[in-house]
């Protein structure tokens, strides 16, 4: 098939003075490292593979749009985290996988041979978790809002933490805990009034949000009391998350000199010492070139030197440190694959891309105004650059993928495009708006593909549909 070339548009200087946009690579067909997945290269073809499948055989198998997870970057990943920590006990692991990220049960077993814990945040989760055969001990169950029906749920498979986040919800797990004689393990989550550099929309730990009890205000303090009134319920530690998608790691300092100063006031109050302190999750990936995310072993070195020297100066044993890693592991062993429908240039302005997804299958680029590195995953081209806009097919104007990259002028109907970093909420948060079918989502290891939730049809659709 002959391509002809796109005007290139134009330059980048003219567009975009501000400088939103990188200038265009000097090779538009390699791969920057750090946002693909680790086994992500360029076969002598000039085709894009992941976990040795080449792109066009995996679309020969499994159609496009498509989510492609690179299994063997992902366990990696996770053991990566629980090596940081060094020596642990295994059924206490120290790392517990956001399962927000991306769960499903394929994936809630690799956290259980991995030894992972699994944080999950819904009835909806904790039924995949289950259905998984994970181990419930190992299940942190957190959400501010549960429902009774979910929290029965959570004590009768023996959830090893439930993390509380309401007076409300304090007093409904204690009755229904009481109800059943057991005694479930409890953190409270607080928040410590620390402003995350991210969005607003994933920030978690300032004091104007829905989650947790505030230290400031003395919320926190009074959850406790109330805690420690209830004989059903066992305080094993306070929880704190700050947000997502960070790479400022200052507000850790932050947040762990307050969470160990609630401990300290615990303990001069009560008498308690509280053995647990959570962390959370939340530590950011490299979505571009730009990106510069620490590793999991400087991270998790510096958070265990934060708590110990907070720790010492209130004279307390040092607890044990648990994290909530989600993205971190997850996000960059994800790709999406497109197919080109459309190709639409703007004269003066840029090219518009049409992709056969969109907003339904990430919302992220319309919702947090996300950024991410994409490449023409088919063939490599000696075509010169052109800034491009990557968008979808649903009837919105904001519906788009990635809203300023560079491209090669010769980009056509009919090749793939390759969308980096979306192994992490990218599935989670689709939907089925303009009633899009949810793509399937695929891991490849070793030159083999395996299905780990089949793409949705029609039949799907029509059967929630009674007429």
Known sequence: ???AAHPAGPRYADVLPGGSVSA???????L??????SSARREESGEMSVGGVPVRRFVAEHGTPAYVIDEADWRTRARAWLAAFGDYDPAEPPVHYASKAFLSRGVARWAAEEGLGLDVCSGGELAIALAADFPAHRLTFHGNNKSRAELVRALDAGVGRIVLDSFEEIDRLAELAAERRVRPRVMVRITVGVEAHTHEFIATAHEDQKFGFSLSGGLAAEAV????KHEALDLVGIHSHIGSQIFDTSGFEVAAHRAVGLLAGIRDEHGVRLPELDLGGGLGIAYTSEDDPADAFDIVAGLKAIVARECFGYGLAVPRLTVEPGRAIAGTPGITLYEVGTVKPLDGLRTYVSVDGGMSDNIRTALYDAVYTCALASRTSE?????????GKHCESGDIVVRDTWLPADVAAGDLIAVAATGAYCRSMASNYNHALRPPVVSVRDGATRLLVRRETEEDLLALDLG
């Open 383 to 391: 075509a010169p650059p052109m800034l491009a806009r990557v968008v």
């Open 1 to 3: 098939m002959s391509r």
């Open 32 to 37: 920057e490292a750090k946002v693909w997945p």
């Open 225 to 228: 009391r109330r805690v420690l």
């Open 24 to 30: 265009p690579p000097a090779d538009l067909n390699a």
